[in-house]
């Protein structure tokens, strides 16, 4: 659109497919449906998919989410958790208030899941006692590549 200036150039465009896990304490889970889409433009970042599974694993702890298609940076020096979004739909889960979020987690290709635990929207990380076998979402959340 007329600016020629190096630094605006559009220097990096793909779309392309990635496939979404879980772990949870570590272990992995199985999944019927691991299903990813992303568009990145320059450093930033956007997925989009479906997770469903149909096995939660013998794991104890925190909900990982894996397979991001890019490393994520390293950008905010007070924080490990870098961009972020959510579960656009989720089925059989408990003792969750609203939609699940998703915080990519710096210089891994994983995202910390974590949820608001009671109406007034302290968040705490999930685990097993929150993701059932049968776990189904759809997703979309955003980070910036290192």
Sequence with gaps: NGDTAQANALDDYEEGTFTPGMTIGGLNTTA?????????????V??????????????????VFTGLPFTVADLVSTTSLEGGGFFTY???????????????????????????QSANGNMTGASESNIAN???SRFVFSYQTA
Excluded: E, W
């Excluded at 019927?32 to 930033?44: C, D, P, Q, S, W």
């Excluded at 997770?51 to 013998?58: A, I």
């Excluded at 989720?90 to 608001?116: E, F, K, R, W």
């Design 90 to 116: 989720q089925d059989n889960v408990s003792g969750v208030y609203g939609a699940m979020t998703i915080l990519p987690s710096q210089l891994s290709t994983q995202a910390s899941i974590y949820y608001a």
């Design 46 to 63: 956007t997925c989009f998919g479906r997770l469903t599974l149909s096995s939660n694993g013998s794991g104890t702890g925190g909900a």
């Design 134 to 136: 049968n776990f189904d």
């Design 32 to 44: 019927t449906h691991a299903y990813g889409t992303y568009v990145k433009v320059g450093r930033l």
